[in-house]
Each structure stands twice: as C-alpha cells, then as structure tokens.
C-alpha cells in the first residue's frame, strides 16, 4: 500500500502560491514523485521550475495538452495530475486529462457553470478516473472527529448551523478609495478569470463543504446578499441557508472583514448538544453534549476516535496546520490511485470527490442567482 | 448631584429573576431607596416582598393602578418606578403611571404593538417624563468605548455586521420529545403573555439594540427565519438585515444552541478596521485597525477614554458583570431625573430611552412578520 | 435566616476602593444595614461620608475605640464591624473591637506579625466572637465548584501546583527612573504602613489562600526571591513552594507585569486530572480528568453541583464578577452571626475566619524572610 | 543559493518519531535529499527504511561508524548528517561525524556531560564544521518577531521571566500504582539511555534555550526541585531561576500535567512591557507595551517585520506549526552549509548552534545537581 507513485503538475510556477502548497502536501507523506509539469505559460519560468523539482527535460511540458497526450503515451506515465491553474482554466484542463486517461486532483472550484460540472463528473465516470477536489478543510483531523461525533448522534439531530469564512487581506481595496481591482486582488476579482463570484467562490464554497461534509446534510436553497463595494465581483456575503432536513442557518463569508485572516468557523447545533470547529485553532475541537460542560478535543490525544486517530503526523500539541491537511487529503486520494491500479474495487475515497466539485459549483450558481434577484430563494439544481 | 432619591417597584415578587436584578443594580451605587411597591398579585407574596424590602406598610400596593394613584398624591412621592412585569402588562402599567406623572423604568420588549409603543412614547412626551427601557448592555464600559471608538472613525465606515445572542436554556423542551411548552419556559413561549415571538422578543431585541447603539445606525428592513420545532413560538432565528447606510449584516438568536449560556456577541466590521464585544467576557474589546494587530482593551486601564472611564467601580482585573451594567443605566437615569426635577434643561439621557423602546418593538414585528411570508424583506416602520 | 442585621465601619472614607467594594457587596444581598461608621481620620470627610449613607448623626464616630466602645452598650448595637483601614491599623482596631465584644470582618492581611495574629485569634476564641478575613476569592462559586471536585477526588492526589497573582500597576514606578514611591503605589510600597511586604502581602498572600482553600493543603516551606527594582519593598516575588503532603509548586506575584491586571490563576495538577481557575475569567473552571477532553464549567448551569449551585444570584452566562464573591463572603458570614445569636450551635463558617488570616501572616513571614536569606528555606511556624 | 544538496541520517528508522518528522521538515522546502543514512541497529529495519525513502542499496550502513568512513571518501558525499537517535549514543555518534570532516545537525540535548559537549564543541571548531542543534523552537516565524521586539527596545530591560513546558503523556505511570518506568516512556526514563534527568532533559532545556533565544539572557544559576512519584527519573520539576542581568524568574516542566499536551509557554515581562508566545498557538504572538491595550500579531500579517517575515510558507491565518519551524531551522543550515561550501565567509547561522547545545547541557547538569542539593543555588558552569 506504501509503494510510492507518479505525479505531474499544471500551474504552480514561481510565485504561486497554491501549487507549492500541494507540492509541500504531497512531500511530507512522501508517497509521490513529481515527474510531469506544465508550470507556466510563460517558457522561462516554466522551465526554471521544472529544473528546481529535477522533473526530467523531456517531461516538461509547454502545453498541458501535449502533456496529456504524451504522459498518456508513456509506460512510466503519471499516476495522476495536480491542477492548481486560475479557475478560468479549470475546465479545459480537466477535459484534457480525462480524456487522456489520467487520474486528477484539481483544485475548487472546479469549474465556472453546472453543464461544465456535470461534464467533467459524467467524463471521469465514464473512463473510470479518480477525481479529486482542492477541498481541503475535510482532511484535518478534527474536522473527521467531527464528522464521526455528528454520525454517532453525539449531538442528536441538526437544528441550527452557523458557518464563516472571514478574510481581511482585500480590505485596502475598498478603504482607500482606489477601487483598483487588479492590484491586491489579482484574478481573483476580475470575472473574466475568476467567474460569476469572488468571495463565494473563493472561500465561501468552503463552508458549504465542510458543513456538507460534517453534517452530511445538503443545501436545499439559499437566499444570499453579495456586497461589491464598487469593486466588480463580490469581497462580501451573508446568506440565509435552508437544508434537506427542513433546519435553517447562516452563512457569511468575506475578504475585507479586519483582524480575520483565514476564519472559517463551523457551529453545528444539534437537539443534543453542539460541535465547533475553528480553522485558526484546527488541532482542537468544541463540543457540548447538552446539559454537560464544554469539552474541548485535542487531536491525537487518547479520547480521539476512529479515522482521526490514523491522519497524526506528530504528537498531540504539537500543532499540525492546513499543509498537513492536504497531505491526508492527498495520502487517500494516492492510496485509492494505487489500490484502483492493482484493480482492488472497493477502495476509499477518503477526500473530496468530484461529487462535492459539483456541489461547490451548484452552491456558487445559486448565491449569484439569488443575488442578482434581491436575495430571492434559489434553490441548488 | 448625588443625593439619593425615591423609587417604587411593580412585579419583582418573590422568585421573580429581573426583579432582583434591578434591586441589585440600583443598590450597587446607593443613589436611590425602595419605598414602595406592588410586587405581585399574590397578596401574601407582595407583603412578603414589601417587609422584607422594608417598604412602609401603606405603600405596599395590591394595585398597580391605585399605586400609581396615590403615590402621586404623596409629597414624598416617588421619583421614578422600576416595572419588572411579564410583557404583557407593561403597556397597561407603564400607560397607568404617565398619567399619573411618574418617571418610567421599565423592562423590554416595551410592549405588544407598534402603536402602543407610539401611544406611550407620545404620552410620555406629552406628560415630560423620563422613561427609560431595560437594555442593558449599552450600560457595559466597553460598549461604550466601542460606540466612541466607532463615531470617532476607528474603523471607517461601518461595511458588514455579524451579531448573534445564542443561550441554550430551552433545549431540552425540543430534544425530549414533549415540547411541554410551559414546563421551562414559563410564559416566554405562551404567546398570550409573550406576544407574537419569543426568542426575538426576548434576546433577539438585544441584538438590534446593541448594535444600534454601538453604531448609530438603524435597521432598515430585516429577511427573517423562524425555528419553531414544534413550540408555539420560536425558539431560534436567523436574519439578513440590512442598515439606513446600505450595509449589510446578519443576525442570530436563538435558545437551543447547546454550549452558549447568554452569548450576545456583536462583531461590527469597518473599512478601517473591526470591533467585536463578548458579553460573556464583558471587561474587554477587541479592537483591530486595518493592517495593525489586534487590540485587547481591558476595563478601567489607562488605555480608555471617553464616557468607559467614569463607569468604573472596581480597578482593571477585577471583573465587573451584567449588574454593574444595569446599575450603569440606573444611576444614568437618576442623575437625569435629579436634574431635571432641579431644572437643569440639559441633562443627559445616557441609558436606552423610549426611543429605544419604540425601536425594540418594530423590530420585533418586522421579524415577525418577515417570517410569516417566507422571510419576505420587511421594512421597519 | 433571612433578617436583616446592623454593621459598621472602620475605614471606607472618600476614596478609598475597598471599603466601597464592602459596602456594595453587603448591599447587593440586603442583608445588613450600615448604621455606624468611623470612616475617616479626617473628621469632615468621616461626617460627609456618614451622612451620604445615612448613618445616624450620633453613630458617625471620630474615633474608633470610641465607636467599639459606645456601640457595645448600646441595645440597638451593630452585629459586626467591616475594618478597611491600612494594613498597620488593623491589630489595634480588631483588639479594640474584640474587646468590647463585637464580631468582626477584617481585610487582609490580618496584622503585621505572627504575635499578633495568633493573639487576635485567642482573644477572638475568648471571646466566642466570629471573625471573617477578606480573602474574597474563595466566595467565588467556580472555586467552590473546585474545592469540591478536589474533595471528591476528581483530580487524584495532588502532585504539583502553580499559581501566580500577576498585576501591572506599578510599572510606571520602575520604569520611569523616578522611583518616587508613593506617587502611584500611595502606602502599599510604604513599610511603615504596609509591613515588610508589599506584593506578597497585597496579592501574594491570596495565592497562598486561594490554593490551600480549593486544595485543604497547607504550605510546609518556601523559598522566596524579592524584587524591589529600587523600591522600598518588592514589587515582584517567585517562589518554590513545597506542601504538608509533599508535592511542589511555584507561586509568582507581581505588579509590574505588564498585560496583566488583577490575574490570579490557580492550577492544581494531581495525579488523575488538572483543575484550573482564572480569576479574569471566574464564571468558568476548567477541569481536565486524565484521558479525557478538557472541560469547562459554567457557573450556574446543570452540571454544577454542591455549594456552588446555591450562591448565584443572576443567570448563567451573565457575568457575575468580584463583589458578588465578597457578597457571598458576606452573606455566609451574616448567616453566621444570625445563627450564633439565635444560639444555633452547629452554624456553618463558609468564610475565610481567623484561622485562614493567621495562615496568611505565616506565609508573608515566612516569605520576607526567605528572601532576606538568598531564598532558604523557610518553614512556616 | 537555492540548490538541493545532499544528506543522510542516523537513527530514525520504523516507528522513530523524531526521525520522520525531520524528514517531513526537509521535504517541505526541498533543499536537500536524503541519499545515505543508517535507520536502525536491526539490520531488516535499516534496510526496509532505506528502501522505502530510494536511498541507494551501498549508501545504506548497518553501522554509523562505517556510514562516515564511506561517505567521507565520496566524491558525492553528503554535505551533512541529521543525528536522530537517542540520547545516549549523540556524543559518539557526532565524533565519529566530526571526525570524518561531515557537517551535523544533531537532536538535543547534545550529550550527557558538558565535558563531552565542550570537546564536541571544540572538535567541530577545530575541524571548521558546522552543527545545527535540534532545538526547534527559535525556528517558529513568532519567535523570531518576538526576539526581534525584544531586542528594538519594545518592552524595556527584562524584569521577569515565567516560562514552563507542560505536558501530561506520563500520567499514567504515576497514577495507576504500577510505576512499572518502560511502559509508556520507553528510554526517556531509563537513566541508562536517557542520561541523569528525563524531564528537565527532554522538555525543560527547551525552556533554557527559547528563553535565551528570545531575550539574549543567559541563565546564571538555579534552584530546582524534581519529582520522580516512583519513577527512576524525574518526571515534574520547578525551578527559580537566576539571569545574568540579574532578574529572576521561574521555569516549570512535566510530563505529568493533565490536559497539557506540547504546552511550551513563555511569558517575558520587561519594564516598558511584556510578550507571551505560546507553542500550541504558535502562529500568534502577545505583546502588551505598559499603558496599552493587549496586542496579538499574527505570522504573515503585513504588521511583522524583520526576519520572521522571509519565513513563511503559506498565507496568514492558514495555520504552520512544528515541522515548518524545523523546516525554518534546516532551511537556514542548508544556507549556511552551501555558502560555506561556496567559500563565502560570512554566512549566517540563524538556526541552534553548537553553543546552545553545550548551554543545554550545561543547564540541564545545573539542575540536577541544584536537586540533588536540596535545591540549592547551582551557578551554570
């Protein structure tokens, strides 16, 4: 099951921030080998980066189309390619891939529209490809251990949920009076590059995942209110949000709210008790049987349970943070690629799947939708 | 300024918890005496009460019409009454001591119906009366350094509120399947006594005021979602509001959320900067200009200014509570009755006026409403 | 039980802090009226405070062994007196009160030497009079919440503790060359009047009483190290602790530590579990069982248990700060003198009594002189 | 200045904590591969460990000694060693190193007797070899602010220290009646292996080391006092703590805390101010100047400055804990190593020295010795 596998990069050249990240991710399992790439656009670059990662000459690729065709091609071929490109790109490249017969893991949102979406999902079905989604929150520790407590009616049926997403690091933006939206921002608040939505689908997509992923409960419709400030897509929003299972919550996500940096903070209520977890503090967890004091969890200390138990790095107060998350993330998705290989069929698929890629892009559609109609109801396709 | 002065009691009977509380408060700074009072309609109880608080025999009441009556009749007459009824009554009591010309202290929500809250502001008006209403929490120092923070520009323009107020006292009477609805909740949730909400009305009020308070905006129409979960009134709801300058916010209240015990939080967000307050940790104020770490502000340090520093009863460190906040109002609102019962044309009225009152029970309706058609925006009147 | 009783004062004359924390804790419950006073040595400002809490004319005394001696021969007499004076003064005034037969509640420390403090206890014992000492903290409910758990064996035997009592305060002192010591610190700094010590005998000795009250150990011997930073007495003191069951410690007390306030924390580790109380914070305990997940206690909600349950006087989650605590000190010891006077035998002292005043002078003894010996050893008598 | 280079390792085979997480903190900035090393005395382990990371089949040694012989004679031979195995065997091990002209980075503490630490100190000396000490901690980005702060003046000359290292994964051997000392500490408590302390050798140097590191203090002499509960080593010790300023201050250490995990704490207090950094919230730092508020910065936030700022992987609030301060602490090694190599002069070694290994030593044998006096006085040699 350890053996170790193959894999290549599109995007992640010098100064990304996001590819490094999943470099670092898969590095600290050591469970595969970076050996393909298409960097960056731009030559240079790209090779200066394939130089750096020792990613032989020939594997480095100025057109990921040719890399799937020729990674397709090989015998020593990449088990599975990481897509960490702009979300305006996200498509195309996938398509590519897939229909080159290669195993992704590329990152949220998957794509721009719900056709797209449902495209890829019914492509990678039917070549029988493994798909993973940068969702990365489900793989820390304490978010499983949450999962698991909420399975097991630790806190009895959900009847309230209160979820944020708070960032502050677009806030010069709408304070100084510039409104220049290129500056901080880069592609993130230019729609031809990032879609319909910045801050819901930058950061706000996450919070409907993890809730989905904790709870098990789906998003039946929402109501949301997108704020721009005269910049072009939304840096700001608060939503009204109704389940499958009749209860109600809010949602609230935003780039320019001070003194928050990466806040996403999830509170389950349940009839029985209540379950927060804090994304600046991951290595613990709150939960309050009703009528019992507030127990607080650290990871990897003996009273942690079931799947929590096998995703520690290191001992328990020693901190792990987000890379190590994506490394579980990353870990399962390898064990899966390898137990598929060697034609294993029930394997786990312990990571976010293309399933809950569709359900992030159906969840940004319906927050636009229902935006653009003065926070009318929309209802998730 | 600091000669003590008269007050009479209505409700505050034996077990009755907010009486107590405004009996504490007032005696914490010893500026006003107990010496009349109808305290229940139990008549035993209410002699109970009036002994025990040593109020002379002919002016404990079994009538609050009759106290109102003939305490202003009295040269010794009392300067104000404190009316710590259930909802229902206060319009009737508070009408009953207008007329009678008697200063007003009186609990929220200020009654049932937008236009009783009208009649009684302008009867008020007419009669010159001081009338203050039971929201505390503007009374804390650190809400008040908050509010001068805030109109000095600490934090820009206000851009985004987050406000919740979440207890869990209620939780049992929807998880053991009885939903007995008096059992716990007394006449909180028996609409008769309550009116048309019940966590609104009770807590959800709180937020609208606070908030108000803090920034000096108004609500200017609410999205509203009521959980019922089999009770006749609600015991959790969730809002989008949006404010007179066009920003937004969302709102929570609710008394099923297990592990939080009276949790008003009130987090305003700035394009310069952030302000949140805890009530569960009232002693301080976290503060967080734009690109500036953030700032923990303890009660009665040298780092306070403004109207916090003269409210203090015990050094930093010492932890004040609700009481002192209370007592905060009271001694406001004495001060305020002393001048002008001395002439002085400009006091100051800084407690929750019946401004605040007529302002607490529209929103209240409007939630109400808002809620009735499927959370439909609804302006407040 | 609930009759209400008389009392005067020594001390708590314009200004002074703790004599008006006194009088707002005794008020808070209504259970003793103040009808004496000797609150200045300044006859003006004695006669302007009695008359602002209307103490009979011929009850304002210019002196207190005048006051302990009219007082005794009156049939109308106070149950007790409240000494707030300096800590130079309080031998002479309890001595003279005792004398005359009147029960006592004295700040701390008790007096200044050992001698003394063992002599007031037998005079007080003579005299079959009830004495409180007002170390106010264990009339917090958390630390009730505590003592009992730790009594029950939740936390096992106890194998370590480290408690601090950390203020800022005098900072500006040593940190503006000046060094001028009664500018800021007034008599505390002062030896004439405050002893020895200043730090361990203003906050250190409730270390001292905090632990041995939660825990029913007794501090065996210490080594100490002053810090004067050119003052006359120490400002900052740390200490090796070792107890009457053997285990170890570290006490730290300060008033020049930036940050900090009034921040006492006491943690109790044993060999099943850990329990910790901060004084900032005091609604809550946390409680660590070994194996478990920590917990944190709120006052006043179901799961707290004993005599904790019976002392709150607002909700949970309203924050009830440090004069409730002395309240409750207060209230004990009233129910106290109640009991005695009714000849009721077998009443309760849930109040710090002499005996936990001279426990106190022991340890600030003991301390004073170990510093004066490079840090030896020193055992309390 | 960004190329890989290469290393091996000692120690670190199956199961070994401290290994892998080395590894993991060298693979997150892929500056150096692992291309020889010698994992474990069992032959089958040593080869399974060197299989699974692809060291080449005549780089894996079943013997350290031999490991660098060979390598020395290589022309592609490592630029450095990483010394991960237990205590006991460091000193030879880092000899045989030195001896062979090999760089080190060895884990701490360095060796049993500070004469041992002073010849490996004068051994690298002598043969111009650098050697990083695994002291992890200097390596947080917080840390490094905090050392930063200190040093610009921000909170005035150091008046006090309180720094403890808490943790609670031995609870059980003192607790359950059994003591039986291999159970769950495995070699840490086995003088044999572990030298003359287990605590203050594992845990409470690190306390040293961070303090010196933050404040540029040196420790001068100490009192400590350690608690065995049964076991052969100590488990739980206190200490006073004497600077070469003259300030003093206390440290605290155990294994045997409950609810305690990795609780590395440390709390400066200077005349002008005061930091607090805190292991298990590593990515935040507390700074109070005297007469302003609290202040928490927060790691990639553009309010840091100096060197903390080059050292941060991923965005603010995405939380980075232990490995990536290891990875800081190699990182800065790698440097110093290819720019020695480079013949550049004067490099920079911002990482644990040799002299902080020696200084652990020495500080460790001081507490032992000032134990095993009754605590006293012990000055560091």
Redesign the interface.
């Known amino acids: 099951m ?1 053996r ?1 596998i193959r894999y290549g990069m599109v995007g992640g050249g010098p100064g990304a ?1 996001i590819g ?2 999943h ?2 991710a898969i ?2 399992d ?1 469970r595969a080998d970076l050996v393909a790439g298409c960097f960056s656009s731009n030559e240079d670059k790209n090779l200066q980066c394939g130089h ?3 990613v032989p000459e020939d594997r480095i690729y100025s057109n990921y189309k040719i890399m799937a065709q020729e990674e397709a091609k090989r015998d020593d071929k990449i088990d599975f390619v990481a897509i960490v490109t702009p979300n305006n790109t996200h498509y195309e490249i996938c398509k590519a891939f897939i229909e080159n017969g290669i195993n992704i893991f590329c990152e949220k949102p998957l794509c721009f529209t719900v056709e797209q979406a449902l495209e890829l999902e019914a492509l990678a079905k039917e070549k029988d490809l493994l798909f993973g989604v940068g969702y990365t929150y489900p793989g820390y520790p304490m978010v499983k251990f949450a999962k698991e407590l909420i399975e097991k009616g630790e ?2 049926d959900v ?2 949920v ?1 979820a ?1 997403y708070l ?3 677009l ?2 933006e ?2 100084d009076g510039s409104n220049d939206t290129v500056k901080l921002s880069g592609w993130r608040t230019n729609p031809a590059i990032s879609g319909g939505s910045n801050c819901v689908g930058d950061i706000g997509t996450h919070i409907e995942n993890t809730v989905s992923y904790m709870t098990g409960l789906k998003v039946k419709r929402i ?1 949301s ?1 997108f ?1 721009r ?1 005269g910049m072009e897509l939304e840096v ?1 929003a ?3 949000v ?1 389940f499958d299972n009749g ?4 949602f ?1 996500c ?1 780039q ?8 996403l903070v999830v ?1 389950i ?6 379950i ?1 977890w804090v ?5 613990t967890l ?13 990871r ?4 942690i349970t079931g799947r929590a138990v096998e995703l520690n ?12 998350a994506m490394t579980n993330n990353y870990t399962s998705f390898i064990d899966a690629v390898i137990a598929k290989a060697d034609g294993n069929k029930d394997y786990v698929t312990d990571y976010s799947t293309i399933e809950a890629g569709v359900s992030g892009v159906k969840f940004i559609h319906a927050a636009i939708e229902s935006d653009a109609k ?2 009318a ?1 929309v209802e998730l396709p």
């Open positions: 350890n170790r921030f490094a990240v470099r670092m590095n600290l050591e750096k990662y020792q806190i009895g009847i309230n209160n944020e960032q502050d690091w806030i010069d709408i304070s109501r209110i704020d400030f700001n608060n939503m009204l109704e209860c109600h919550g809010v609230s935003s320019v709210c001070a003194g928050h940096y990466n806040g509170r209520f349940g009839n029985k008790g209540a927060e994304q600046e503090e991951p290595n709150k939960v309050t049987p009703k009528g019992e004091p507030i127990k607080i969890y650290n990897a200390t003996g009273c790095h290191i001992p328990s107060g020693h901190p792990e943070g987000l890379v190590f003065d926070s109801w």
